[in-house]
């Protein structure tokens, strides 16, 4: 499984654009991009995934380019309740069984 | 649509004991993982089910058991509790053809002393 690397933290103000970045060099072919959020004491919960270029949902944007060994996950006008940590994740899309592997993921404060 | 519940919310056990945590997947979903996460660190991959067989398991001894059944719920039994296994039990579901897309529920505190 492709292995991720990604900032342990960031700071942010309410209002701003946050994007943070993942890397994953050794990405394979059939690997796909995802994203988690969680919150203290909650489950996380699953923000976006994609394959290449440009993925968009309600909730944020998905960058990656072309040579897949990064992505950026973009959090329009933040809010503090958008504090929490982010997780970067990759593996294959298969039938029937996960390939996530999460790692220490990236704690976004938001401050007023 | 129901989302992932589990049960309990808190538990306490003594060293040695056995637990035994409950969860029910989210409505049309049919696998379901398990997770354990110490705190400041990120979920860790116990096993997962799927048609009611343990199809990927995570580097969890085998004291860690689970059973899925016909409804898609699940238990996550773990014996002869240590120290370090006090944690945040995670539980998440998925559809089969989108595994990675998993919703988790809200999980279950343990603490072993």
């Known amino acids: 499984l492709a292995k991720t690397t990604q900032p342990i933290s960031m700071d942010s103000y309410e209002g701003q654009e946050v994007n943070i970045t993942c890397s994953h060099n050794?990405?394979?072919?059939?690997?796909?991009i995802t994203w988690y959020q969680q919150f203290p004491s909650q489950g996380p919960r699953f923000i976006i995934q994609g394959y290449k270029t440009k993925v968009t949902n309600e909730v944020a944007s998905l960058f990656i380019p072309a040579d897949r060994k990064s992505s950026t996950l973009s959090l329009p006008r933040v809010s503090l309740s958008d504090t929490a940590v982010y997780y970067c994740l990759v593996g294959p899309r298969t039938t029937g069984y996960s390939t996530l592997t999460f790692g220490k993921g990236t704690m976004l404060l938001v401050s007023p | 649509e129901t989302g992932v519940t589990q049960s309990p919310t808190h538990l306490i056990k003594t060293r040695g004991q056995q637990v035994t945590l409950r969860c029910s997947s989210q409505?049309?979903?049919?696998?379901v993982s398990w997770y354990q996460q110490a705190l400041g660190q990120g979920p860790q991959f116990i096993f997962q089910y799927y048609r009611e067989e343990e199809n990927g398991r995570g580097n969890f001894p085998p004291r860690f058991s689970g059973l899925q059944f016909p409804n898609y719920s699940s238990e996550l039994n773990v014996n002869a509790l240590e120290l370090d296994d006090s944690a945040l039990y995670l539980c998440?579901?998925?559809?089969?053809?989108?595994?990675?897309?998993?919703?988790f529920g809200p999980g279950t505190r343990l603490t072993v002393t």
């Open positions: 409505s049309g979903h049919n696998t």
């Open positions: 050794n990405i394979a072919t059939n690997d796909y």
């Open positions: 998440a579901s998925s559809l089969d053809t989108r595994p990675n897309e998993q919703y």
